[in-house]
């Protein structure tokens, strides 16, 4: 599992927003495929940070 960093551009206005996913990854008789499990929103944390929240959130799961 990892978290994805989502890019939204509001046509109207012209701004740029992002958001976080996690995301988890699976294979396919068709070739690797991605699942979004979670729309987390928008963080304000550190890329480093997000690696360590995306562990934390698949220990609580399993």
Aim: proline fraction near 5%; charged fraction near 30%.
């Amino acid at each position: 599992m990892f978290i994805r960093r989502v890019r939204k551009k509001d046509h109207q206005t012209g701004t740029t927003y992002f958001y976080h996913q996690l995301v988890e990854s699976y294979r396919t008789p068709k070739g690797p495929r991605q699942r979004t499990l979670l729309n987390l929103g928008k963080l304000d944390l550190e890329p480093k940070q997000l690696k360590g929240l995306a562990n934390r959130i698949e220990e609580i799961l399993t």
